[in-house]
């Protein structure tokens, strides 16, 4: 290895990095991408480079996320710091220890707040594929059964654990806290609670809640207004769920509707040990929950096969079973596509 090559992959020294992030600071202040006197001092020796990509990474990291308020504000007082401190001494390429100490207390204080401001913020993701089934334990002692194909997103604040479903279906045993209530939203409904087990299934335009045990509070809001509602009792529009109940809630162009009804609850938990129980449920609902635990998905074409009624157990991924069972029992054929998909219609 040369010299040179050497000092290119050498971890930059304190000393360089100061220097790389006034450059930053400096290029930023003018509101400029480069300049002739970057150029030179990146030339003028490979360790410089170093230093510099060290620096502007994350740089170009804040960028990605400019957009976000709260990092407006924060990059904006920095600069505006810098130009108010930093303009008179910025005229030269010339560094002296107090332009660059004051370069990189800039430098420091805007990323400083950058974590605290943004890093909270960002959500925690859990994520399992097609067949899998996990559980995960959550910071507060939480444990969150996921199921096959399922996404949940995961935040919390000293004030608040929020939780998002993204899709699939997941249980939730929360601990105790009464200081910080346990809110999981799902489409349009969210689910506010401070120590139960319940189970919400993301089901196309249906989100059916479970509860298990305890007791929970179902809202129709957005995330945006839950600190309000964790905070009193529930408005007039929740749903109060008691144990065995299931809410059955459904979006359409018409409105959002919801219906508790009692259910099983050995037979509602059923998908945690790989079996998937239907009571009398539409064929339509029944084929999508089918297809996530397949490659290849099941779907129903008509709306007269999508209504006929079915009961059964079933075992999850047994695709094959499920397709002669429904052809056998119901008036309705199946077909293969090239890409793998089943198609379900009404018999001619």
Same mark, same amino acid.
């Given at each position: 290895?040369?010299?040179?090559?050497?000092?290119? %992959?050498?971890?930059?020294?304190?000393?360089?990095?100061?220097?790389?992030?006034?450059?930053?600071?400096?290029?930023?202040?003018?509101?400029?991408?480069?300049? $002739?006197?970057?150029?030179? #001092?990146?030339?003028? $020796?490979?360790?410089?480079?170093?230093? #510099? @990509?060290?620096?502007?990474?994350?740089? *170009?990291?804040?960028?990605?996320?400019?957009?976000? +308020? &709260?990092?407006?504000?924060?990059?904006? *007082?920095?600069?505006?710091?810098?130009?108010?401190?930093?303009?008179?001494?910025?005229?030269? +390429?010339?560094?002296?220890?107090? !332009?660059?100490?004051?370069?990189?207390?800039?430098?420091?204080?805007?990323?400083?707040?950058?974590?605290?401001? #943004?890093?909270?913020?960002?959500?925690?993701? /859990?994520?399992?594929?097609?067949?899998?089934?996990?559980?995960? @334990?959550? $910071?507060?002692?939480?444990?969150?059964?996921?199921?096959?194909?399922?996404?949940?997103?995961?935040?919390?604040?000293? *004030?608040?654990?929020?939780?998002?479903?993204?899709?699939?279906?997941?249980?939730?045993?929360?601990?105790? $806290?009464?200081?910080?209530?346990? %809110?999981?939203?799902?489409?349009?409904?969210?689910?506010?609670?401070?120590?139960?087990?319940?189970?919400?299934?993301?089901?196309?335009?249906?989100?059916?809640?479970?509860?298990?045990?305890?007791?929970?509070?179902?809202? &129709?809001?957005?995330?945006?207004?839950?600190?309000?509602?964790?905070?009193?009792? +529930?408005?007039?529009?929740?749903?109060?769920?008691?144990?065995?109940? @299931?809410?059955?809630?459904?979006?359409?162009?018409?409105?959002?509707?919801?219906?508790?009804?009692?259910?099983?609850?050995?037979?509602?938990?059923? #998908? &945690?040990?790989?079996?998937?129980?239907?009571?009398?449920?539409?064929?339509?609902?029944?084929?999508?929950?089918?297809?996530? /635990?397949?490659?290849?998905?099941?779907?129903?074409?008509? !709306? *007269?096969?999508?209504?006929?009624?079915? %009961?059964?157990?079933?075992?999850?991924?047994?695709?094959?079973?499920?397709?002669?069972?429904?052809?056998? /029992?119901? +008036?309705?054929?199946?077909?293969?596509?090239?890409?793998?998909?089943?198609?379900? @219609?009404? !018999?001619?």
């Amino acid at each position: 290895m040369s010299m040179a090559s050497a000092a290119a %992959s050498a971890e930059p020294d304190l000393g360089r990095l100061v220097e790389a992030a006034a450059w930053r600071v400096r290029l930023a202040e003018a509101g400029l991408e480069g300049s $002739d006197a970057l150029e030179a #001092w990146l030339a003028r $020796d490979p360790a410089n480079e170093a230093a #510099w @990509r060290r620096v502007q990474q994350p740089w *170009d990291e804040i960028g990605d996320l400019a957009t976000a +308020p &709260e990092l407006m504000v924060v990059r904006r *007082d920095a600069l505006d710091r810098a130009r108010r401190h930093s303009r008179a001494r910025w005229i030269g +390429p010339t560094f002296t220890p107090r !332009r660059i100490a004051g370069a990189a207390t800039i430098a420091a204080t805007l990323a400083l707040a950058i974590v605290a401001l #943004w890093g909270p913020a960002q959500p925690t993701v /859990y994520e399992t594929s097609l067949g899998e089934r996990r559980v995960v @334990r959550l $910071d507060d002692g939480s444990r969150v059964a996921l199921d096959s194909t399922t996404r949940l997103k995961v935040r919390f604040t000293k *004030d608040a654990r929020t939780l998002d479903l993204v899709r699939g279906q997941a249980r939730f045993d929360v601990a105790k $806290d009464v200081t910080r209530p346990f %809110s999981v939203r799902a489409g349009h409904q969210t689910i506010v609670a401070t120590g139960t087990i319940f189970s919400v299934d993301l089901l196309g335009p249906r989100v059916l809640v479970t509860l298990i045990e305890g007791r929970v509070s179902v809202v &129709e809001a957005p995330p945006r207004r839950l600190l309000a509602i964790e905070r009193r009792a +529930p408005p007039s529009k929740s749903i109060e769920l008691r144990v065995g109940d @299931r809410l059955v809630a459904k979006a359409s162009a018409d409105g959002a509707t919801a219906e508790v009804e009692q259910v099983s609850l050995d037979k509602a938990t059923a #998908w &945690e040990s790989g079996q998937l129980v239907f009571e009398d449920e539409p064929l339509s609902a029944v084929a999508e929950r089918i297809s996530r /635990y397949t490659s290849s998905p099941v779907i129903v074409k008509d !709306r *007269d096969a999508g209504a006929l009624r079915i %009961s059964g157990v079933f075992t999850a991924g047994d695709l094959p079973t499920f397709v002669d069972t429904v052809t056998h /029992y119901l +008036p309705v054929e199946a077909a293969s596509r090239a890409d793998g998909v089943i198609e379900l @219609r009404s !018999r001619g």
